[in-house]
Structure formats: structure tokens, C-alpha cells
């Protein structure tokens, strides 16, 4: 009852799906739109859940440790302006005041959280990228040469170096990422197909 | 034309919390806390409040109250079953819910997958040779394809024509790799540049406003 019939159900549910894929008729469609509507719906009222585990933990946080505690209303303060302003129905709309909190705080926070990313990706590259075999040394070469197309070089150089640049990428590059898509993807079918025959239940928690 | 007070305020928010972020690279501070946390607060609401009115209202609300698809009460009551997972005793009855969201995502994801990953990719890799330049690097291309794969290739041991075709391909990978990361950098550098020149737009602004 409690891990039976929840295997049983991801097994009949995904079979049925797989199955949906093979059947190009409009009952089938019907049937996919139903299906991946549910999955949104599912989804969206168990964004809840994730959402009172974040303020509960930043209240006990904020309540047991006193230094902690301005830290915590900043985090109450931020979720309740969005949700307040975000709330009436033209809230999406350029220049409300709930996209405006997202253009002026959303946005620069992010933007320069990435953008720092520049400054500890120099000093890990600083560490990977001595020379030390081949392979670094090829790792190196690539990501030099790829980073010197961004920037003004004089003729012939700039020419020479674009077209290194798009044939690295083209060519190299390209059969590198297809054979990590086609490995990822290999694996996560084999995962999934796990998870559908009730070989792999992890997602199902502890009783 | 000159900025009014009002997009100079919004703007100096949003040079504050630039400034905030920037301050953590002379170490950790009560000021990046504060904006951090800040924006962990935003992130959730800004998310909670776009799912609300893309999917909660299109899909449960429209599709149940205004159009009458009482068919959509199921998968809300499945939804409303997921709270149940806050309950101690009762959180088992969460995998109904959950067991229904993991079979319709691999039941779409399988045959998706080898579609668009597998099978597409392969497509892409194998075409007729044309005996010119495009044909030359289709080929360099679908050999370092074959071998970068057959490093992935756990089943025998990496050795004879095997290990031999696995080090071309982790030669292969590493010169992927190297352009990801080359990419990466620039990307990043160029958001570094982009937060510098508003900063620097900001401030010409505000002093020019006030002198």
C-alpha cells in the first residue's frame, strides 16, 4: 500500500506516456496535454511546501541565533515585497512597481553574482591551468585562443584567430558536446527506465 | 534626456545592491549578508508569484472555475496531497501525488530523449563525405565523436585500439572543454564589464543631477 501501488502507478502512468509517444492520433495528443498539464498542476501546489521549509528554517534561524535575526527579516522582507507586489493581476506589466523590484534588485543581484564568477574563475584557472601534461596543456591552448577572439587583435592575427575560433567550435568542440549529450542522455534513459520498472524508488524516501 | 529623481532612486537600489555583492570580494560582511539574503526573499517570491499567475491560474483555476474541466479537480487534489509530506504519519500518501509526476516525466522524457539526444545527434554526425574542406572536418569531427564516446565506454578495458581511441577522445573532450571554458570567462567578463559601466552611468547621473 504505502510503495506498491506508487511503483505500480509511476510504471502504468510512464508506459502509457511512452506508449502515447508511437500513437500520432488526436486522442493521443488529447491525452499528452492532459498528462503534462497534470504535471504542472501537481508541480505548482507543491511549490508551497518548498517555499514554508525556506521560512521556517530562516525563522528558527533568526529565533535561535540573534545575529542571525536581521538577516532573517531581510529574507522575510524580500519574499513578502514580491508576493504583496505581485499579487494584483497587471502586476507583470512593464513599470509596475513588482517589475520594477525585479528590474532594480532581481536583476543587479544576479547580473554581479555572475558576474564575480569572473574573478574566482581566474584564480581556479590559475591552479588547473598549469601546464603540467598534454591534456592540460591542449586545455589550456583551446581556452586561450577561444578568449583572444573577444578581443582586438591587429591583421592578419584577428582573421587568423577567427577562423581557428570557428573551426575549434565547428569542428572539435561540436563532436565533444555531442558525445557529452548522447552520453548524458544514454544515462538518464537508463536511469529513468530504473525508476519505471520500480528498480530505482529513492524518490520515494524512507517509511 | 536627464533621468527623473524617481528612476535615479530606483537605479541607486539597484547600484546598492551591486555595491553589496562586489563588497564580498574583500571577504564575507554584514552588508553582502543582508543584500544576499535580500535577494533569496526576492527569488522566492518573484518564482511563487510568476508560477502563481502562468500556472496556477491558467491551469487550476481557469481550467476548473471559469471553463468547468472538473476533470482538472484530480490532478489539484493529487497537488493538495503533496502537503501531506509536512505530516509525519501521513507522508506516505504524498507518493500517490508524487508517483504520478515521476511516471508522466520519464514516460515523456524516454522516447524524448532518444529522440532529440541520441538519434537527432547521431543525424547530425553521420552525412555523406564530400571530398573538400567541409568533408575534411565532417570526418575529423565523426571520428572524434566515435572516439570521445568509446571513452565512455566502461565495458572493456581501455586498451589496444580501445585505449588508443579513448585518448584521442579525452584529447577531444579536453579541447571542448577548453572552449566551454573560454566561452564561460568571456561571458562572465562581460557581465563584470556591464555591472562597471552602470555603476559608473549611475554615478555621472546622480552628480549630475545634483550639481
Redesign the interface.
Known amino acids: 500500500m504505502k510503495r506498491q501501488i506508487p511503483i505500480a502507478l509511476v510504471f502504468v502512468a510512464g508506459l502509457l506516456l511512452v506508449i502515447q509517444f508511437f500513437v500520432p492520433h488526436p486522442a493521443s495528443e488529447f491525452f499528452f496535454t492532459f498528462a503534462t498539464d497534470w504535471i504542472i498542476v501537481i508541480g505548482i501546489l507543491a511549490l508551497p511546501i518548498g517555499i514554508f521549509s525556506l521560512l521556517r528554517n530562516t525563522y528558527m534561524k533568526g529565533r535561535s541565533d540573534s545575529k542571525e535575526r536581521i538577516y532573517s527579516i531581510a529574507t522575510f522582507a524580500g519574499f513578502f515585497l514580491m508576493v504583496v507586489s505581485g499579487l494584483p493581476s497587471g502586476s507583470r506589466e512593464a513599470g509596475s512597481l513588482h517589475m520594477k523590484f525585479f528590474q532594480n534588485l532581481l536583476v543587479p543581484a544576479q547580473a554581479t553574482l555572475f558576474s564575480m564568477l569572473a574573478f574566482y574563475i581566474a584564480s581556479a584557472a590559475y591552479r588547473a591551468f598549469r601546464m603540467r601534461t598534454l591534456l592540460a596543456g591542449v586545455l589550456l591552448i583551446t581556452a586561450f585562443v577561444v578568449m583572444l577572439r573577444l578581443i582586438p587583435l591587429p591583421e592578419p592575427l584577428s582573421t587568423w584567430n577567427s577562423e581557428l575560433v570557428r573551426w575549434i567550435l565547428a569542428v572539435p568542440n561540436m563532436a565533444a558536446k555531442r558525445a557529452i549529450i548522447i552520453g548524458v542522455a544514454l544515462g538518464a534513459i537508463t536511469y529513468s527506465m530504473k525508476i519505471l520498472l520500480g528498480i530505482e524508488t529513492a524518490y520515494m524516501g524512507r517509511d | 534626456m536627464e533621468p527623473t529623481w524617481g528612476a535615479l532612486a530606483?537605479?541607486g537600489?539597484?547600484?546598492i545592491?551591486?555595491l553589496g555583492?562586489?563588497s564580498?570580494?574583500a571577504g564575507d560582511n554584514?552588508f553582502y549578508?543582508?543584500?544576499e539574503?535580500?535577494?533569496?526573499?526576492?527569488?522566492?517570491?518573484?518564482w511563487?508569484?510568476?508560477?502563481?499567475?502562468t500556472?496556477?491560474h491558467d491551469?487550476?483555476w481557469v481550467?476548473i472555475v471559469v471553463q468547468h474541466k472538473w476533470?482538472?479537480i484530480?490532478?489539484?487534489f493529487?497537488?493538495?496531497l503533496?502537503?501531506l509530506?509536512?505530516s509525519r504519519k501521513l507522508?506516505?500518501i504524498s507518493?500517490?501525488?508524487?508517483?504520478?509526476?515521476?511516471?508522466?516525466?520519464?514516460?515523456?522524457?524516454?522516447?524524448?530523449?532518444?529522440k532529440?539526444?541520441?538519434f537527432l545527434?547521431?543525424e547530425?554526425?553521420v552525412r555523406p563525405i564530400s571530398f573538400d574542406a567541409a568533408g575534411i572536418?565532417f570526418v575529423?569531427?565523426?571520428?572524434?565523436?566515435t572516439c570521445?564516446?568509446s571513452?565512455?565506454f566502461f565495458s572493456k578495458p581501455h586498451t589496444g585500439i580501445l585505449g588508443g581511441m579513448s585518448k584521442a577522445?579525452?584529447?577531444?573532450?579536453?579541447?571542448?572543454?577548453?572552449?566551454?571554458?573560454?566561452?564561460?570567462?568571456?561571458g562572465?567578463?562581460a557581465?563584470?564589464v556591464?555591472?562597471v559601466i552602470?555603476l559608473r552611468d549611475y554615478s555621472v547621473n546622480l552628480f549630475g543631477k545634483i550639481f
Not at chain 2, 140 to 145: D, E, Q, S, T, W
Not at chain 2, 169 to 186: D, K, P
Open positions: 530606483w537605479q537600489l539597484a547600484a545592491v551591486t555583492i562586489f564580498f570580494l554584514p549578508k543582508i543584500i539574503r535580500t535577494w533569496v526573499g526576492v527569488t522566492t517570491g518573484y511563487l508569484m510568476l508560477l502563481y499567475h500556472s496556477f491551469k487550476v481550467n476533470w482538472y484530480l490532478p489539484t493529487l497537488g493538495l503533496m502537503w509530506r509536512l507522508a506516505w507518493r500517490y501525488a508524487l508517483a504520478f509526476y515521476i511516471g508522466i516525466s520519464t514516460g515523456i522524457y524516454i522516447p524524448l530523449a532518444f532529440n539526444f541520441v545527434q547521431l547530425g554526425a572536418n575529423i569531427a565523426l571520428v572524434g565523436l570521445s564516446l571513452y565512455f577522445g579525452i584529447l577531444t573532450l579536453m579541447i571542448g572543454f577548453g572552449a566551454g571554458f573560454g566561452l564561460t570567462v568571456m562572465r567578463v557581465l563584470l556591464q555591472r552602470f
